[in-house]
């Protein structure tokens, strides 16, 4: 069974940072790729950031330049630094990852139970 448990969430003043992580853990085979997306309040979730096993990366628009999404193949981790925060990016954040289980396959679709980010301006 496949976990992904995020932490590293919590309560920030605009302009501070915050860095959080997702371990995956039980029977893995490849991890492929791997993000992070957020639901704010009365929002749909958004993808925020992505980076795949060859560790490119693609970041919503919103976010690019203040955030980077990095991973630790060896560890099974993920992390998302978050810097210049503001009142807009509070949202549950919430891991996700494709990975295979077998080694024939593209791997199924992931997540986290997410993690609260709450920026107080």
């Known amino acids: 069974q496949v976990q992904l448990v995020e932490s590293g969430g919590g309560l920030v003043q605009a302009g501070g940072s915050l860095r959080l992580s997702c371990t995956v853990s039980?029977?893995?085979?490849?991890?492929?790729?791997m993000g992070w997306y957020r639901q704010a309040p009365g929002k749909e979730r958004e993808l925020v950031a992505v980076?795949?096993?060859?560790?490119?990366?693609n970041y919503a628009e919103s976010v690019k330049g203040r955030f980077t999404i990095s991973r630790d193949n060896a560890k099974n981790l993920v992390h998302l630094q978050m810097n210049s925060l503001n009142a807009e990016d509070t949202a549950v954040y919430y891991c996700?990852?494709?990975?295979?289980?077998?080694?024939w396959g593209g791997g199924m679709e992931y997540w986290g139970k997410g993690t609260l980010v709450t920026v107080s301006s």
């Open positions: 996700n990852a494709v990975i295979q289980t077998v080694p």
């Open positions: 980076i795949s096993i060859s560790t490119s990366t």
């Open positions: 039980g029977s893995i085979f490849r991890i492929n790729a």
